[in-house]
């Protein structure tokens, strides 16, 4: 029934949709519940120690035999830049004062291992049968091990540049990340966010510039995004912002009710939550200080100075600090189980196929 | 065999392709090229005075007996403002300078005239089967003419709240305009292009928001993106930066080579040729001062201080001050004949849309 089997053969799945993999909002439970359904669930490892990665890993292979893929950040660290982040934190003193909170304190420092040798262990043992990166992909020994041990390697793009050198490297599928999509921009290769492609421009790009293929990603929210992702040449596609909604999304409440109330004209690239552009919601803090702030530091470091403003702030129920991730198709989101969400996008998307060839 | 026919009987046509006006790019010869082969040709009339607007629909109307789109803008014309007009010189001095121009002379005026009771009688005089507007819509008064007259009644909306908006004041049709679209944005009850919308994103939101037939506009410049749009649940497109390659096209050499060399991270939103964001490929001028100024004079009075300087500039062959208008899909034009490009795309997306409904 799908017009394009590239993606589902090479990874031996049944439905063209792979659960995006997104740090803090998703664990084993959504990843299984994918990949039972016959799509491919995403465990993201970026906030997870290595201790937690096994776990987590150990969890989905005793509920599915399915193919299951492994997400992490191949970001280069943040250089410590104490002034960097002292004028970061001066800029935030004024939503210090109005919490009541004591801006002289340390802020808690924030750091995300990079995909690394521990992390490459595991997956040498547990070998999932996909290892997806993002900002690009490791350095080669480490992507030569996860080769070496049989599992395919996805990476996203935003440009057609990018595409072609995550092909060179030897990705076996890209993911193409149209400018709509929620959460981090997988960007490596340029930080110019006015250039950014929309989903609808850069796919048939992507699919014209390399061999391998490409799965769209970015506003694809219902079974018309899957059919209009085949017909623009992808063979599947990556879906975020529509499992955020399910029981199994680990989202807050006050993230529930903001994704609940979301429109086309709501969500911006902000920096200001961990210092890489990712879309969010549009809140007080993107407003005031943002989207875009120049003062923001070094990805992951951002988010140091803001955690004591968002922790306070949520706790009497305000979302004015908070990342509220989602993508400009979060509008057509609806509160269902993730595996029924996986069979009802693709079941949309078959109905929807047919119709095309139909004439009304 | 077009999966959806709304705006095809709306109009009487047999094409889902309406091609974009395109002030300043495209005069009667495309617009009768577009619409003998079948589609919906469009008389972009906003730079031409009303014995011009009368003079090429007369010569439209000698060409073709087939539907044809005249359009207009409908701003509110820039309040005079020398303090913001002079600061605005004084920061494109050095160009100035730098080229041996005089920088005192009193720059030319770029004055707009937004549609008016001139070009209103026009329209009754001579009744286009379309009559399409940018910037919103006309005052009640002249719209209700228009209407009255029998013209079918477009404009673009970027957001879903001016989808509504539009509906409610009595359009026959919409086009939403995607974020990946040359040219300016339509954008009237937002100036906001932070929150500007992926044509991924918008379509199937506008879809769902207003009754009437919505137009896929932006990032559409091959069968794949007709087919992609109806799969949205778009009624048709609306193609411009492909139509630039034609010989039809009325830009520049240098907009040409630089359109032909065009990538999908090479065009940005960009105020500073007019005041108003619209895209353009990137250059020197946009690198250096933009792409977005807040010190851009109102539109559309920015681009009388660069006009000099593009004057300068183009005689030598360099396009750092032009305007170079072009989407994101730029790259997927090919140079061939109006009629021909139009009838080619459709027969893409017929055979695209067929085998989207085979299984591979």
Redesign the interface.
């Known amino acids: 029934?799908?017009?394009?089997?590239r993606l589902l053969d090479l990874i031996g799945i049944e439905l063209p949709i792979i659960q995006a993999p997104m740090a803090g909002s998703n664990g084993s439970a959504m990843a299984i519940a994918v990949s039972e359904a016959g799509g491919l669930g995403s465990l993201p490892c970026a906030i997870l120690d290595a201790a937690k990665v096994r776990a987590e890993i150990g969890i989905i292979r005793q509920r599915t035999t399915k193919p299951i893929n492994v997400n992490f950040f191949c970001h280069t660290p943040a250089k410590p830049d104490p002034e960097r982040d002292a004028a970061w934190k001066a800029k935030l003193k004024g939503y210090y004062t109005e919490l009541g909170l004591d801006a002289s304190v340390t802020m808690p420092a924030i750091s995300l291992a990079p995909f690394d040798d521990a992390l490459c262990n595991i997956v040498e043992d547990l070998k999932p049968e996909v290892v997806s990166f993002h900002f690009g992909l490791p350095a080669q020994a480490l992507l030569s091990r996860v080769k070496a041990s049989g599992c395919l390697v996805l990476s996203s793009a935003t440009?057609?540049?990018e595409a072609r050198w995550l092909e060179g490297k030897g990705c076996d599928a890209i993911v193409a990340q149209?400018?709509?999509a929620g959460g981090h921009r997988g960007m490596f290769l340029?930080d110019?966010i006015?250039?950014?492609?929309?989903?609808?421009?850069?796919v048939?790009?992507?699919v014209?510039a390399v061999k391998v293929p490409v799965v769209a990603a970015?506003?694809?929210a219902?079974g018309?995004?899957i059919?209009?992702?085949?017909?623009?040449?992808a063979a599947g596609t990556q879906i975020g912002t529509a499992y955020l909604f399910t029981p199994e999304s680990l989202i807050t409440d006050l993230h529930r009710a903001e994704l609940r109330a979301a429109?086309?004209?709501?969500?911006?690239?902000t920096n200001v939550f961990t210092g890489r552009p990712a879309r969010s919601l549009?809140n007080r803090i993107m407003h005031e200080i943002g989207?875009?702030s120049e003062a923001a530091p070094s990805f992951p470091t951002a988010g140091g100075a803001l955690a004591p403003l968002k922790k306070k702030a949520e706790a009497a129920g305000v979302s004015d600090f908070s990342s509220l991730w989602a993508?400009?198709?979060a509008?057509?989101g609806s509160e269902i189980g993730t595996g029924d969400l996986t069979r009802q996008l693709a079941e949309e998307a078959g109905q929807?196929?047919?119709?095309?060839?139909?004439?009304?």
Chains 1, 2 share one sequence.
């Open positions: 029934m799908w017009p394009n089997r440009t057609v540049e149209g400018y709509e340029t110019n006015a250039t950014q492609a929309g989903t609808f421009a850069l048939p790009q992507v014209d970015g506003g694809i219902d018309r995004g059919a209009a992702a085949f017909a623009l040449g429109r086309d004209d709501r969500t911006a690239l549009m989207p875009m993508g400009q198709a509008s057509l929807r196929l047919k119709a095309l060839a139909s004439p009304s």
